[in-house]
């Protein structure tokens, strides 16, 4: 985690690479592999601590107790992805809604925006589709349900509300992070604090999404789309939100680049950073 943020400075001066680099659809597997990561990530973990038949669910009676683990699991499983070598080839967006962030301060092309959103839905949608092969109807069936997010009884508009502060708050951090030399390298073990805290206090509320793909990958299985405009809109408008406060204070100029951790062992495509090792890592 203590390796060089340093980029050179031509890339510094250009956020968003001119010229094409080759092979960037590698960064949108990537992309997909994550957020494929991700779902099977919590999918197992759910059955483990929630399935009537798992042993661990039947050990562990308290349902808070239940709960704080699984968001101990997935704020470890972010932090992973984050850091690891592929992650940090990507910069580990694994949400179309951050990357929509990031597309408004023109950290990130189009196209590359574009990329980064199909992956990320289509990696979230193979990775649930793939715990269900491996768990059958204890994956489909309740309580279960295909992990999907919906909000509690009643509850729509304080969970939109939830979604949306949630989200403002995660992009937030980032952005200051980010921008801040010495805590860029933590951005994201702070996104993991954020992830444990909002999965053990809000998710009786909204499910805690703050995701789009995330949200897309169970539904779409469950066939259940109950209150999914909340999971779509919430996070793109929080997020926005963000970018918004960064634009208008001119803040956003002193964020380099897209990744939420920028390795100078990993090229770019944001910011046309160019490692100097001739041969990086491919997949």
Request: proline fraction near 6%; hydrophobic fraction near 50%; include cysteine.
């Amino acid at each position: 985690m203590q390796q060089s943020l340093a980029v050179d400075n031509e890339a510094e001066s250009h956020p968003v690479a001119l010229n094409a680099q080759p092979r960037e659809w590698q960064e949108y597997l990537i992309e997909a592999w994550a957020m494929g990561c991700f779902m099977i990530s919590i999918g197992m973990v759910v059955v483990l601590l929630e399935a009537p038949v798992s042993s661990l669910h039947n050990s562990i009676q308290n349902e808070t107790l239940r709960r704080v683990i699984l968001a101990a699991a997935m704020a470890v499983t972010a932090v992973g992805l984050i850091y690891s070598p592929w992650g940090q080839r990507s910069g580990a967006h694994m949400n179309p809604a951050v990357t929509l962030a990031f597309l408004r301060l023109h950290k990130i092309s189009l196209r590359h925006a574009l990329g980064y959103i199909v992956a990320q839905m289509l990696g979230g949608v193979a990775g649930i589709y793939l715990v269900w092969i491996v768990f059958g109807a204890t994956f489909s069936s309740p309580p279960i349900s295909f992990v999907t997010t919906v909000p509690s009884d009643g509850a729509v508009i304080a969970a939109f509300f939830a979604e949306l502060l949630m989200s403002a708050l995660l992009m937030l951090m980032l952005l200051v992070s980010m921008r801040n030399k010495r805590a860029a390298p933590y951005t994201g073990l702070l996104v993991g604090v954020l992830i444990f805290a909002y999965i053990s206090i809000e998710s009786p509320l909204s499910g805690m999404s703050i995701n789009p793909a995330r949200s897309l990958a169970s539904a779409l299985p469950a066939h259940k789309w109950t209150s999914y405009w909340l999971y779509l809109v919430a996070p793109i408008l929080g997020m926005q939100l963000s970018a918004g406060i960064f634009l208008w204070s001119g803040a956003s100029r002193r964020t380099s680049c897209a990744k939420l951790f920028h390795s100078s062992r990993q090229r770019c495509i944001h910011c046309g950073f160019t490692p100097v090792s001739k041969d990086p890592p491919s997949i």
